[in-house]
């Protein structure tokens, strides 16, 4: 099983920055791609950013060159460095991590619980 916890989120003014948090739990499961999904209020979820080992990040246009995906394998850690947020990036933003007990396997996508985003003045 894998269990994944984020933190950071929270009130912030437009411009500013925040940093997300996600750290997995595994037990014999092998971690694939993480990332973050954020979802609007009436609206459905969406890819923010992805990150493999060993390739480089992917990003949803509207968040290129203002937010930030990088991991810690060591930590089985994700995060999302988030900079000058607009009152659209306004969400709950959910980790996620595909993961897997044998290299047959397929890739099972975990999710973390969420967390609120807002971006207020």
């Known amino acids: 099983q894998v269990q994944l916890v984020e933190s950071g989120g929270g009130l912030v003014q437009p411009g500013g920055s925040l940093r997300l948090s996600c750290a997995a739990s595994?037990?014999?499961?092998?971690?694939?791609?993480m990332g973050w999904y954020r979802q609007a209020p009436g609206k459905e979820r969406d890819l923010v950013a992805s990150i493999t080992s060993g390739r480089s990040p992917n990003y949803a246009d509207s968040v290129k060159g203002r937010f930030t995906i990088s991991r810690d394998n060591a930590k089985n850690t994700v995060y999302l460095q988030m900079n000058s947020l607009k009152p659209e990036d306004t969400a709950v933003y959910y980790c996620?991590?595909?993961?897997?007990?044998?290299?047959?396997?397929?890739?099972?996508?975990?999710w973390g619980q969420g967390t609120q985003v807002t971006v207020s003045s």
């Open positions: 595994r037990t014999a499961f092998s971690l694939g791609t």
């Open positions: 996620y991590a595909e993961a897997r007990r044998w290299s047959y396997d397929n890739w099972y996508k975990y």
